[in-house]
């Protein structure tokens, strides 16, 4: 069974850097044909897709967020990373991480609250 563990800090400033990383047990980030995404939750809001890393290596965000975004990955380990730049209050969200199947995404972290504030 899949599981993903979200982690990072929970308070970061604006105009900071946010990162976070997902530790993916239960399968292999590289398997064929899985992609790896991060999807946040404002308060009071719906979901909102960041974007994935493939289980080749290849990346796609959402075009709101691109400038903004990456997303690597540490095979080695197992887990793939969000960074997220000059931040703002409004990144404010709860930060899930989950595997993308073509059926959609199946499995789900935890979830991780980031707040952007001084």
């Known amino acids: 069974q899949v599981q993903l563990q979200e982690s990072g800090p929970g308070l970061v400033k604006p105009s900071q850097t946010l990162s976070l990383t997902c530790t993916v047990s239960?399968?292999?980030?590289?398997?064929?044909?899985?992609?790896w995404s991060w999807i946040r939750q404002p308060p009071g809001k719906g979901l909102e897709w960041i974007g994935y890393?493939?289980?080749?290596?290849?990346?796609y965000y959402d075009p709101a967020l691109k400038s903004r975004t990456s997303i690597v990955r540490d095979t080695s380990r197992n887990q793939f990373t969000l960074h997220l730049t000059s931040v703002i209050p409004e990144d404010t969200a709860v930060y899930y991480c989950?595997?993308?199947?073509?059926?959609?995404?199946?499995?789900w972290g935890k979830g991780t609250l980031v707040t952007v504030s001084l």
């Open positions: 239960g399968a292999s980030i590289t398997t064929r044909y899985y992609h």
């Open positions: 890393i493939s289980y080749s290596g290849n990346t």
């Open positions: 989950a595997r993308d199947v073509p059926e959609g995404m199946d499995s």
